[in-house]
């Protein structure tokens, strides 16, 4: 995944575009609330304006992103036609946001690829985490597919990505690598775009994509 666009800044919209910018991926996130997208801006473009104007979407870029994320939920005619402007403009995977089954139905019905369901679909993770004693952290940015912060693998640690064959060996793609800071290590860790000769250390934190049943393995 190259580039993300996100439809809506309430707290999902936010928490999300968030966490995908701390993953090292390009954002661009647009909403009518100009406050809400000067707080945004400070780490991803963040754009003021109205998804429901298919010209403003195009305007901005969204039809050069990979995957876009209708985060709009309480207001559903806004959702419907974010999601149909998106599918308009070609964009290969839209997910939505749906507040009930019946909102996910009419966004089914215009195109969306994949519908979530983030208050249900937060309470089946955490059971899913709690009953694994899994400590992994991700977030499922496509049916069956996620991005997730995991720990270096045992076997893999001193080795350069190369020499891991992580991809091989795990069916996921690096995307970034977190590291702490040597001299400080309570500052923010730094995010390495990982070449084949980075050396994998003991504290690094990997930020992997690939098919979410492949993560669960890789901690189970």
Request: hydrophobic content about 45%; glycine content about 8%.
């Amino acid at each position: 995944m190259k580039r993300i666009g996100i439809i809506g800044a309430g707290r999902f919209g936010l928490a999300l575009a968030e966490s995908l910018a701390n993953a090292g991926l390009e954002v661009i996130l647009i909403d009518r609330n100009r406050p809400a997208m000067q707080t945004a801006s400070e780490y991803v473009d963040a754009i003021q304006g109205d998804a429901t104007q298919p010209h403003i979407l195009e305007e901005a870029g969204f039809g050069e992103c990979d995957l876009v994320v209708v985060a709009i939920g309480s207001n559903i005619e806004a959702s419907t036609m974010a999601t149909a402007n998106c599918k308009e403009l070609g964009i290969p995977n839209v997910v939505a946001k749906a507040a009930s089954e019946l909102h996910g139905k009419i966004l089914r019905r215009l195109g969306a690829d994949t519908v979530v369901y983030p208050d249900r679909d937060s309470a089946h993770r955490l059971a899913r985490a709690i009953a694994k004693g899994d400590v992994i952290d991700f977030l499922e940015v496509s049916e069956g597919y996620s991005i997730a912060e995991i720990d270096v693998p045992n076997g893999m640690r001193g080795k350069t990505l190369a020499e891991s064959n992580f991809r091989n060996a795990t069916g996921l793609t690096v995307l970034c690598i977190r590291r702490a800071d040597i001299a400080d290590p309570m500052k923010p860790r730094k995010v390495v775009i990982p070449q084949a000769q980075d050396l994998l250390m003991n504290e690094d934190k990997l930020i992997v994509f690939g098919e979410t049943k492949k993560l669960d393995s890789l901690n189970s």
